[in-house]
């Protein structure tokens, strides 16, 4: 299977559920994420259609019902206040 059939495969809704495709959750503007965690980390991998992906890894499990979604939108907050870029590498 080529990487495209792979990928669309990985990213299309179940029938049970349009939210959900193989392990990933997915919405209608394409975003493709994975929400999860183990004793004492949470993770959050992201893959956006606007062409950034990103992982936010904490040292926590926090048991609280808002925390995922809590967690989920730092980077969006972050992303929604951004006012430009930086035209050079600070590295």
């Keep these: 299977m080529h990487a495209v059939q ?3 495969t990985m990213t299309t809704p179940s ?3 349009p939210n ?3 392990g990933w959750a997915v919405n ?3 975003n ?3 929400i999860g965690s183990l004793p004492g980390t ?3 991998i992201i893959r956006a259609a606007m062409g950034w992906n990103w992982v936010i890894l904490v040292n926590t499990r926090n ?3 808002n925390f995922a979604g809590d967690l989920d939108q730092l980077f969006w907050t972050a992303y929604g206040n951004l006012t430009g870029y ?3 590498d600070l590295f």
């Design 86 to 88: 930086p035209d050079y």
């Design 63 to 65: 048991q609280s019902p």
């Design 42 to 44: 949470t993770r959050e």
């Design 28 to 30: 209608s503007a394409n």
């Design 6 to 8: 792979s990928i669309a």
């Design 20 to 22: 959900y495709a193989c």
């Design 15 to 17: 029938t049970a559920d």
């Design 32 to 34: 493709w994420w994975h």
